[in-house]
């Protein structure tokens, strides 16, 4: 049991941008909110009060670590987008799980068992390939900052009581108020932006260069009136296409437009509403690498705590692949998003729930030579794949045939519309 | 076997599916997939009651730590989960995204000539979907059964999680704790403490529902609760025992 339940705690080095959905209908923001979840905080002697603390789902380390991990074994098994690649829908099988689009039903026996023998990782993470489900046993907990409130329940059941009680100096446990939505440290936004004009050769830096010539004058000349125009943000509508159209002949204007879309160069109506719509082309060419953007983040120096269990499972090799998974996210020591950007990085300590150093006792350098061992084992179970997706097709052509014979015998007509339930749209899986 | 009481503390939200009728987690169903794992067994198909090693006919004796009630209809007895007090509900959104670097350094992913492998649209695309959820400390459980070996069993809810998408750290368990009720109560399992239906129960064992005004609907009564095979018509448990009804919509953050 103890061996199937790692316990991870982790101090931010940087802050952490972990992003949530906005609501349905909210205002257009061009930052990224922080992902918050309701966290009950006793206010009496039996009442409590929901606040909205920030945490990192176990989805995102989870996909994050299955990328990274999947990746390393697609290495030693010899995969190579040049010399020898994998075929592209099992790749993304393996690194983010497939789709279920396209399942007619489940197919089981002896192939299915001798496939997922071969390869115990698939036991381990799961995914779906052309209808034939492969159930995971991992299960990816989330991050939660430690706070006097979360620390209580974390005490329940992790290695970590001493550390939770007693952090390393400058390591702050904050009641979970003081990050909670609302609060400054939880608010504040970090603001970046990418610059508009391309490099030499690019699309857009040639579209610029065109422009210049059409402005006319010397290039810096040009240069400076076009970037006078472009910079007169507070100029809309006619006052825009008045601006520009003093600035360039109209007829040069729509041909660059037409340059853009391949659509006839010479437009209808006004001047001015032709060159505003061939502008607004431009600009939407030239703008297109252009943002001011932020992000959210939990702060660094927070303490955080998550988990990975494995269920039972089958063989050795999956609890070996397991430990493994979780070397692998300790290698990579981040959480959430933005990492080129200074975001993310993490100090990781893993035990195992007994309280022993998951480092001294992981079995993940078993897994990596039981992969080198058996990769041609493993290439061939990739093959057959196919042959399972097949047999998968065949039972849920079978399936539907004796239901739709069902429903010949109740009078009803097989091939009436199904009703569609929900409505609206849909996922893949 | 003794009345009992399971409380599972809660470390995450409960998650509940998307885009399907929500169903209550019941303890038997809980106890039966645990006991199949530990054993090694999947069930991928609908089995036949006859066969089926943990159909509620073939115990005592098939390892299933719970006792049987039922005459024409046998089922475990054992109580569909009861949130705790103050859980609050809201909507947990997910999303995947397209794994393109990775594809790019391992596969064939720029020649691809099979389907649009586009992260823009088709079967391959990013999406994200939201999740019914609610934050609850605890859910609860009433049954009769047997108290250690209760206990064992459900340690395993510690590494696995319940409810759905478990894998990503929805519904993660810090504590289940098993101990005798404080009242000797024949019926746990069966009803609640206000004596209306605590699981679903096949309504031609007790036709005293219809007095009594309980809904009646066709529901599995045993496990496995997914096969069309375990179903019958069963007094249901009131939804505001498992389910934050009416549902306010709120989104995380």
Redesign the interface.
């Known amino acids: ?1 103890s061996d ?2 790692v316990c991870c705690r982790m101090v931010a080095l940087e802050p952490i941008s972990h992003g ?5 209908g ?1 205002e257009e923001r061009n930052f990224l ?8 905080v006793p206010t009496g002697e039996e009442d ?1 009060e ?1 606040v ?1 603390i920030p945490a990192v ?3 995102s ?3 994050m670590t299955r ?1 990274k991990f ?2 390393r074994i ?2 030693v098994l010899g ?3 040049r010399t020898n ?8 099988f393996l ?3 497939g ?1 279920l ?2 399942s007619r039903g ?1 197919v ?1 026996g002896r192939e299915y068992a001798e496939v997922l023998q071969a390869m115990p990782f698939l036991e381990l993470l ?1 995914g779906s390939y052309r209808g034939v489900f492969f ?2 046993a ?5 991050a ?1 900052p430690v706070t006097k409130e979360t620390r209580e ?2 005490k ?2 992790s290695p970590f009581r001493h550390e939770l009680d007693h952090p390393e100096p400058g390591v702050q446990v904050p009641p979970a108020r003081a990050l909670a ?1 609302g609060n400054a440290a939880l608010e504040h936004v970090y603001r970046f932006t990418r610059a508009s004009v391309a490099g030499e050769g690019d699309e857009q830096g040639k579209l610029l260069e065109d422009l210049e010539r059409l402005v006319g004058g010397s290039r810096q000349s040009g240069c400076n009136r076009l970037r006078e125009v472009l910079g007169r943000t507070d100029l809309k509508g006619d006052q825009l296409a008045l601006a520009i159209a003093s600035a360039v002949k109209l007829e040069e204007l729509e041909g660059l437009a037409a340059g853009l879309d391949g659509e006839n160069g010479e437009g209808k109506g006004k001047p001015e509403d032709r060159v505003r719509a061939a502008w607004k082309k431009i600009v939407a060419a030239i703008k297109g690498s252009q943002a001011l953007y932020g992000t959210q983040a939990i702060p660094a120096g927070i303490m955080l705590h998550s ?1 990975f ?4 499972v ?1 063989s050795e090799q999956v609890l070996w692949a397991f430990h493994a998974f979780v070397e692998t996210f300790q290698g990579l020591g981040r959480l959430g998003g933005m990492a080129g950007k200074g975001f993310g990085r993490v100090a990781v300590e893993c035990r195992f ?1 007994d309280g022993r150093p998951f480092a001294d006792h992981s079995l993940g350098a078993k897994w990596w030579e039981w992969l080198e061992t058996n990769a041609e084992t493993v290439k061939g179970a990739l093959d057959k794949l196919d042959a399972l997706a097949r047999r998968a097709q065949e039972l849920g052509e079978l399936r539907r045939q004796v239901v739709d014979a069902g429903k010949l015998l109740e009078g009803k007509d097989p091939q009436a519309p199904k009703r569609k ?2 409505g609206g749209r ?3 899986s | 076997m003794v009345p009992l009481e399971v409380v599972v ?1 809660l ?3 409960l998650a509940y599916p ?2 399907q009728r929500p169903f209550p987690i019941t303890l038997d169903a809980l106890v039966v997939a645990l006991l199949a ?2 054993e ?1 067994r ?1 069930l ?2 609908p089995p036949d009651p006859a066969e089926d090693p943990y159909a509620p006919e073939n115990a005592p004796g098939n390892g299933v730590p719970l006792a049987v009630a039922g005459k024409k209809y046998r089922f475990y007895q054992a109580s569909a989960m009861e949130l705790g007090p ?1 859980a ?1 509900p ?1 909507l ?8 393109a670097e ?9 020649k ?1 000539e ?2 649009v ?1 586009a992260p823009g649209s088709g ?3 990013c ?4 999740l019914p959820a609610v ?1 609850v ?1 605890e859910v609860r459980f009433e049954c009769v059964g047997d108290e250690s070996r209760l206990r064992d069993l459900l ?2 809810l ?4 319940l409810g759905v ?6 519904g ?1 368990v ?2 289940v704790e098993v101990r005798p009720l404080d009242r000797d109560m024949r019926d746990a399992g069966l009803f609640d403490r206000y004596g209306r239906p605590a699981r679903p129960l096949p309504a031609e064992e007790f036709p005293a529902g219809e007095e009594r005004g309980w809904v009646c609907e066709w529901w599995a009564y045993r496990p496995p609760y997914w096969s069309p095979t375990s179903r019958a018509w069963c007094w249901v448990p009131p939804v505001e025992r498992w389910y934050p009804y009416p549902y306010p919509v709120r ?3």
């Open positions: 049991m199937r339940l949530d959905i906005p609501e349905q909210a909110q922080v992902r918050t979840v309701p966290w009950p409590v929901f909205f789902s176990g989805n380390i989870r996909g990328r999947v990746g697609l290495r995969y190579d987008s690649p994998l075929d592209a829908e099992k790749a993304y690194l983010a799980g789709t689009q396209g489940g089981s799961g159930p995971g991992l299960q990816v907990g989330w939660w329940f974390l329940a059941f939505r988990r269990g494995l269920a039972d089958s729930a339930r929900g849909r996922g893949s | 503390r470390g995450s939200p998307c885009r794992r530990r090694g999947r991928l198909e103050g609050r809201f947990f959104g997910w999303v995947r995204r397209f794994p990775d594809m790019l350094l391992h596969s064939d992913y720029g691809y099979g389907d492998l079967k391959y695309r999406w994200m979907e939201r934050a400390s340690g395993d510690l590494r696995t999680g998408r478990r894998a990503a750290g929805m993660e810090a504590s989104e995380v953050g």
